[in-house]
T-cell receptor
Framework: GNSVTQMEGPVTLSEEAFLTINCTYT??????LFWYVQYPGEGLQLLLK?????DKGSNKGFEATYRKETTSFHLEKGSVQVSDSAVYFC????????????FGDGTTLTVKP | DVKVTQSSRYLVKRTGEKVFLECVQD?????MFWYRQDPGLGLRLIYF???????EKGDIPEGYSVSREKKERFSLILESASTNQTSMYLC??????????FGDGTRLSIL
């Protein structure tokens, strides 16, 4: 079956530090890959996505590249802000699976001023 | 803009009660999902539906049922609420392999 493994948290960084959250996956087919973000008291919202190998998703300064050879989709941001404090989820979806997604366990990021 | 609306943000019920959580989406999506989210356990899929009146069990369906009588509405039912069902419940919808759209969640407390 499919699985997603995320870097364990929590992660604490100072403002303007570089962020990497690792994500690796196992899938039987050719999945689409996503990063979601969850701010306190809210549901998850899509941060970025990539649908095929070597695609780079980007949004709000965050980036992730779909690496088929290493089955990875690591999230990066060059300079984090206090407002980036949230829980980040890596996920995959295969088109043959009624839109069902497999989620990682989530990584909590805290950015201190 | 896409919208998934959950009927309550906070809900307090008593043990043994029948509890209904409602979710409505306005995007004409075929697929809808119910998750529960607990600290340290991530998101766990309870049930999902890929069409009206169709449903499939997720990873933790015990103690829950669902109803999808109309395409836009997906209801989660706790047949006889128990304290271990105290949790955050999230509804989501999507089509094909597109990203899921989530509601803001219902924080349910069973006393």
């Amino acid at each position: 079956g499919n699985s997603v493994t995320q870097m364990e948290g929590p992660v604490t960084l100072s403002e303007e530090a570089f962020l990497t959250i690792n994500c690796t996956y196992t899938a039987t087919g050719y999945p689409s890959l996503f990063w979601y973000v969850q701010y306190p008291g809210e549901g998850l919202q899509l941060l970025l996505k990539a649908t095929k190998a070597d695609d780079k998703g980007s949004n709000k300064g965050f980036e992730a590249t779909y690496r088929k050879e290493t089955t990875s989709f690591h999230l990066e941001k060059g300079s984090v802000q206090v407002s980036d404090s949230a829980v980040y989820f890596c996920a995959l979806t295969e088109s043959t699976n009624a839109g069902k997604s497999t989620f990682g366990d989530g990584t909590t990021l805290t950015v201190k001023p | 803009d896409v919208k998934v609306t959950q009927s309550s943000r906070y809900l307090v019920k008593r043990t043994g009660e029948k509890v209904f959580l409602e979710c409505v989406q306005d995007m004409d999506h075929e697929n809808m999902f119910w998750y529960r989210q607990d600290p340290g356990l991530g998101l766990r899929l309870i049930y999902f539906s890929y069409d009206v009146k169709m449903k499939e069990k997720g990873d933790i369906p015990e103690g829950y049922s669902v109803s999808r009588e109309k395409k836009e509405r997906f209801s989660l039912i706790l047949e006889s609420a128990s304290t271990n069902q105290t949790s955050m419940y999230l509804c989501a919808s999507t089509y094909s392999n597109q990203p899921q759209h989530f509601g803001d969640g219902t924080r349910l407390s069973i006393l």
